[in-house]
């Protein structure tokens, strides 16, 4: 689909679908016979997530008008945003549309373009991958996007959405699909001159005494693998770290879980993908940054070989840690990558998980939980998360919360108690990080919904381009 934006006349635009996006009160800036009938007939008031399409409208050289609702200028939501690039982009679907025009108003600022080229990106996704029979939508018409070269930051957006849309689909495959294995692989996919991408294996991982990490796979036939991408793109300068946790399958191991809805626990490896889906988009926009990339991918099963809770492990930096409980596995895998990214020297690091179900008690599915040692990095990305609409919500750490770590046998213990539960599994996490600049976000509640509608959500890929593109200049 061409996507552009209509010049000064309008009228004589010839395209398949015009699009006239509109906040409430907000008239158009070029002359529409047909908006004003439509106003006094009440068919249109721009209310968030409202739309009208008119057909062949009078005096427009366009095939169609859509009318799109954004609700007030002044609270332009993610929500409503959504709606307006679904509507379109179920329109273009719909029609077979090859050609849409946006007209110009003067709330559509470069902000805005970059959000709906976004979620003309998010739209167009569907999983497809393991249905046998089932007839699907095709929506082929969008998979290709061009804007003209100053709809740049249209472009800029729908780069991103295609990052997340990776993250996605990682995180609907099945596990039987998804292993540790074929998520590593997915780095070497990753194209770019500047993009270097190593996978390690269990021996390799042996040799750096990384033994956290390889108890959490210790119970599983898939072996665990480390990928790391080293992106070298950037001036001479300490490369920015992000570390995901990748657990294709998280039973709990001998601690196991509960039967109901465990299914949804193939995603516990969204951090990993939201990193592969951060750097497909990162090299795919070239981003002039040195970004070294780390996932941590391992399966966590119960089985005649799995870690016990009791077993004590010592882990890369050389701390040893009791396993209280074996379903506490993410910080298992992600303390070892942590240690391993600080060879790099990087000037940040910024971890994602789906760490604790304490998350989603504590700020349910709308805010993504940030901690970590730094509160001008804290800063950047709570505002990154902002402009993206992609939000986060900070949660504090301190030395009273990092005591309920002690351990009678171990320089800790992998659980903290009941309390507090995503606060304590962020203290583990800053027993690894030394004096780096660090943040970590527990994307448990936002990574992807339940219900009707299941599915990833590819959050937080906006808010981490979004950090990343301004880190670029
Ligand atoms: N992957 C889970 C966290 C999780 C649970 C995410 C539900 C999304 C939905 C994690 O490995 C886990 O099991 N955490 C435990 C920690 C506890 C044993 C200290 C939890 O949250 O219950
Ligand atoms: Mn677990
Ligand atoms: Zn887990």
Redesign the pocket.
Known sequence: MLFDLCPAALSDHATDLLVVALHTDEAPAIDIPAYAQCVQNGDFTGKAGTQLMIPAPAGLSAKRLLLVGLGEADKLSAKALDKAAKAIAGEAVKKGILRATLAPQATLDEGFMRQLGLHLGLGAYQYRETFGTKELPDASVLAKFDVPAHLNEAKTGHEIAQGANLTRELGNLPANTCTPTYLAAQAKQLDHANLNVEVLGEDEMRQLGMHSLLSVGHGSDEPSQLAVMRFNNGADEAPIALVGKG?TF?T?GI?I?PGAGMD??K??MCGAATVLGVMKAAVALDLPLNIVAVIACAE?MPSGRATKPGDVVTSMSGQTIEIL?T????RLVLCDALTYVQQDKPSCIVDMA???????IALGHHNTGLLGNDDELADQLLAAGQDAMDTAWRLPISEEYDKQLDSNFADMGN??GRDA?TIT?ACFLSRFVNDTPWAHLDI??TAWVSGKAKGATGRPVPLLMNWLLKRAG
Not at 327 to 330: I, K, R, S
Not at 354 to 360: D, H, Q, R, S, V
């Open positions: 657990i998280d709990g601690s879980k949804e626990m995603y516990d966590n409980n379903d506490a596995e993410g789906t760490l604790t179900g304490a998350c989603i659980i903290g539960g599994a448990a509640g």
